[in-house]
């Protein structure tokens, strides 16, 4: 009995002169990645059911952390695969700058339809376009020139900075003096061919005596201060950044009072010359050419009423972009 403890005591001790290392076994040096849970909607027959997505910590052994939807393991895309594709950036899109954009097509197309009505209108109705041989033809230039320059491109040049939001501020400055030069000079051009019209007639017209011709030329003033104003103020240099900023809001008010203006004018001008041209039949029988004008008369609100909301609606604000930042930076450098 003695013995046979003897022996397993000495089975349990180790030899002398001998050490038993036990394998060391590594340890898994976790990476730091961070966990997260993702609980995504999947529509499964009648109602979505709620799947939780789990990314497992990555180990030395691991080349990539995995990533466990329902029991399933799948490998964790590469920073390479994980950008969004352009699908889901439109997905993604703020749904005011879905409806902006949408709104902005739109009048886009009202304008453009307008012009060509007018071109229509007085291509078929009352002879085309002259010269100052005939003052009845050259006075036609007058609704043409002030629907594209005082009514088209005075819209889209207060729309500018909207329409094209991811442009440098630099440039949407640049393009919009550049419209307002282009519409100033059509304007200036239809002021020539109605006062021609007048004067060159047999016997001449009277001048300046209709309440379309008082607002028409306040908003060609208006327009004028306005345009002289905001190119000393935001486009000439030396001017003090606090005053840019204090004249900002009279240089929109009065850029949007000077629209609606020119378009109130419109409507009466397009009104009287229905009134004084359609004879043969009356206009107040509504022959094809009073229609015509009741039409252009409807694109003109439309068109107006878009700008003025897209305009001043701020959820449609332009947000600055870096380059803007840098520029400002630089001006203010300057002074």
């Known amino acids: 009995m003695s013995k046979d403890t003897d022996v397993e005591q ?12 036990e394998p060391a076994i590594p340890e898994e040096t976790p990476t730091t ?8 909607a999947v529509t499964n027959g009648e109602k979505p059911v709620e799947v939780t997505a789990t990314t497992t910590p ?26 969004p594709s352009t699908g889901s950036g439109k997905a993604n899109m703020d749904p005011a700058l879905i409806n902006f954009k949408v709104l902005y097509v739109l009048t886009q197309l009202c ?9 229509t209108w007085i291509g078929q109705h009352f002879g085309g376009l002259g010269g100052t041989s005939n003052p009845g033809l050259e006075f036609n230039w007058h609704p043409l020139f002030m629907t594209i320059g005082f009514i088209y491109l005075y819209g889209n040049s207060i729309l500018i900075y909207r329409g094209f939001r991811t442009t440098r501020k630099k440039t949407l400055k640049l393009t919009h003096a550049g419209i307002h030069m282009a519409a100033f000079i059509l304007t200036v051009i239809a002021l020539k061919t109605v006062f021609d019209s007048h004067n060159l007639a047999s016997p001449p017209i009277p001048n300046m005596y209709s309440l379309h011709s008082w607002l ?24 003090r950044e606090n005053y840019r900023i ?15 203006l020119a378009i109130a004018s419109a409507l009466m001008g397009i009104t009287e010359k229905a009134i004084f041209a359609i004879k043969t039949p009356a206009y107040s029988t509504l022959p094809p050419a009073g229609v015509l004008a009741n039409v252009i008369g409807v694109l ?8 003025v909301y897209l305009a001043t609606d701020p959820a449609f604000k332009r947000k600055p972009i870096p380059e803007d930042t840098a520029l400002l930076n630089s001006s203010s450098a300057n002074e």
């Open 111 to 119: 304008g453009l339809t307008m012009i060509v009505l007018v071109g």
């Open 58 to 83: 990555a180990t030395a052994e691991q080349v990539q952390p995995a990533t466990t939807i329902a029991g399933i393991e799948l490998a964790t895309p590469t920073a390479a695969t994980t950008s």
């Open 246 to 260: 204090a004249m900002m809001p009279l240089h929109i008010y009065f850029g949007l009072f000077g629209f609606v």
């Open 33 to 40: 990645v961070s966990t997260t849970t993702t609980v995504i």
């Open 10 to 21: 000495q089975a349990s001790k180790p030899e002398s002169g001998v050490v038993q290392v």
């Open 216 to 239: 028409g030329l306040s908003a060609v003033i208006i327009f004028s201060l306005q345009y002289v104003a905001g190119f000393v103020a935001f486009l000439a240099p030396g001017l």
């Open 300 to 307: 003109y609100v439309v068109f107006g009423a878009l700008v």
